[in-house]
Antibody, heavy 114, light 113 residues
Framework: EVQLVQSGGGLVQPGGSLRLSCAAS????????MHWVRQAPGKGLEWVSS???????YYADSVKGRFTISRDNAKNSLYLQMNSLRAEDTAVYYC????????WGQGSLVTVSS | DVVMTQSPLSLPVTLGQPASISCRSS???????????LNWFQQRPGQSPRRLIY???NRDSGVPDRFSGSGSGTDFTLEISRVEAEDLGIYYC??????????FGQGTKLEIK
């Protein structure tokens, strides 16, 4: 059974940092592209960042320079380091797996507020 | 960037009746490899998105056959032949052809009439 188990959300002040993690099991993690997608309260889905199986990285313009995606294939894990957080970054963050977004984690709520 | 436009944004339905959601892209989603990378997702209240359809018309494992996807180029449709209570939620189309960025439609809320 494919599982993506997320951890690391929470409340952070504007300008602060937070790291999200996503532990994968049940599929060949190292062979798949991985992604982060977010959903602001009451809003739709927004792609945030991707890292390919070959470790090529892409970011949405809204997070470029502030967020860093990484992966550890030995630990079957995906990460999102979020710095210089803003109120508009408040959202549920989902990790998603495979090039065509077949697999999704349970979501991590990130709230940026003073 | 490819803009994905769904309609309607709200779809009141009667249980047991069919439903149809349209998704249009601002440019053709035919990839240089000949495939069209258009996904459909279902998001039930309080849950993560779940992929239903990939490459326009391929149902994911475990997806009931009352769900079907069709279309080509820039115009795509998700159809539910007979809506059941468990189908209520928000449906998103997403293009995976021209990236980055990957782009989603605004979402269509399927609700009881």
């Amino acid at each position: 059974e494919v599982q993506l188990v997320q951890s690391g959300g929470g409340l952070v002040q504007p300008g602060g940092s937070l790291r999200l993690s996503c532990a994968a099991s049940g599929f060949s993690f190292s062979s798949h592209d991985m992604h982060w997608v977010r959903q602001a309260p009451g809003k739709g889905l927004e792609w945030v960042s991707s890292i390919t199986s070959g470790r090529t990285i892409y970011y949405a313009d809204s997070v470029k320079g502030r967020f860093t995606i990484s992966r550890d294939n030995a630990k079957n894990s995906l990460y999102l380091q979020m710095n210089s957080l803003r109120a508009e970054d408040t959202a549920v963050y989902y990790c998603a797996g495979s090039g065509w977004f077949a697999y999704w984690g349970q979501g991590s709520l990130v709230t940026v507020s003073s | 960037d490819v803009v994905m436009t769904q309609s309607p944004l709200s779809l009141p339905v009667t249980l047991g009746q069919p439903a149809s959601i349209s998704c249009r892209s601002s440019q053709s989603l035919v990839h240089s490899d000949g495939n069209t990378y258009l996904n459909w997702f279902q998001q039930r209240p309080g849950q993560s998105p779940r992929r239903l359809i990939y490459k326009v018309s391929n149902r994911d494992s475990g997806v009931p056959d009352r769900f079907s996807g069709s279309g080509s180029g820039t115009d795509f449709t998700l159809e539910i032949s007979r809506v059941e209570a468990e189908d209520l939620g928000i449906y998103y189309c997403m293009q995976v052809t021209h990236w980055p960025p990957y782009t989603f439609g605004q979402g269509t809320k399927l609700e009881i009439k």
